[in-house]
């Protein structure tokens, strides 16, 4: 028996809820993307501080009842990650959070501000404890409103280079275009032409915590994100999941984890 099963486990629960097209939400209606940072935040909120290698063991799974996401790990981290949603419920203040945490609570602000979702954190047996977040919810912060983020952008490459200060614009619909930082040496391992080709990108940027909004002169490339469109869109998920989310793939197995996600019953 491992230390994982003879400590003492409680559950943390992550309930979304509200329409997708006019329809009660259901977890079909989730991007993998979602999915993701969902499941990155979520690790964040439990264990801030925590390397992957680290941190105690965590469990995952989804439950009927619009979209709800079930984590089983150790009793003391998800009582105290319960006691600091409580007190946010309370005084709508993130500035007492841990800043991960607290940018943890930003994604899930965001993501029930743009989709009008209703979204609850806390103990599983606690919820309606926990902290409730909604279009409507407003939070304060005496920290810098902006702060340091990392996401996935998806557009065309218009230019790549420069002598002094080579970057990379990137022209997408829903920034407009962004200027990414980058080396002499991560462009000059390029071995493709990138230059006028749809191109996702893995990049840091800057954004503001309480609108969302991206400074998009401010950003920095950590990757080139690279589609084979000759793999199946079962091994391109798969492939997606195992590189973006490495830190879930000791405790999901990715094929009952991809038939979770589509609906599928289990076997």
């Known amino acids: 028996m491992n230390d994982f099963s003879m400590s003492r486990l409680s559950t943390f629960e992550i309930h979304i809820d509200g329409r997708y097209k006019g329809t009660p939400l259901t977890p079909d209606a989730f991007d993998i993307k979602d999915w993701e940072e969902t499941l ?3 690790r964040t909120l439990l264990f801030p501080d925590s390397p992957n290698k680290t941190r105690p063991h965590i469990s995952f799974t989804q439950e009927t009842g619009s979209i709800r996401f079930i984590f089983t790990t150790t009793i003391a981290s998800i009582i105290q990650a319960h006691s600091l949603l409580a ?11 841990p800043e991960k945490q607290a940018e943890s609570i930003r994604y899930f602000h965001r993501l029930a501000q743009h989709r009008q979702f209703e979204i609850k954190l806390g103990e599983q047996n606690k919820l309606d404890e926990g902290l409730l977040i909604n ?3 407003e939070f304060t912060i005496d920290k810098p409103a902006w ?11 218009m230019n790549m280079g420069g002598k002094t ?9 829903d920034f407009g275009t962004i200027i990414i930082a980058a080396t002499e040496e991560e462009l000059a391992k390029q071995e493709q032409n990138r230059i006028y080709h749809q191109q996702q990108l893995q990049i840091r940027i800057r954004q503001n915590a309480f609108t969302g909004e991206y400074d998009t002169s401010n950003a920095r490339l950590v990757a080139f994100i690279d589609y084979d469109y000759t793999e199946s869109s079962e091994a391109y ?23 979770e996600l589509r609906g599928y019953e289990k076997r």
Do not use: F, M
């Not at 702060?147 to 490459?157: A, D, P």
């Not at 830190?247 to 094929?255: F, K, L, N, Q, S």
């Open 165 to 173: 200060n080579p970057n990379i614009h990137l022209e997408t619909d």
């Open 135 to 137: 279009q409507h919810t």
């Open 237 to 259: 998920l798969e492939r997606l999941i195992r590189e973006a989310t490495p830190g879930w793939a000791e405790v999901i197995d990715p094929e009952n984890w991809l038939r």
């Open 147 to 157: 702060v340091e983020t990392e996401t996935i952008v998806w557009g065309k490459v």
């Open 40 to 42: 990155k935040y979520a």
């Open 87 to 97: 007190e946010v419920q309370k005084s709508k203040d993130l500035g007492i959070l």
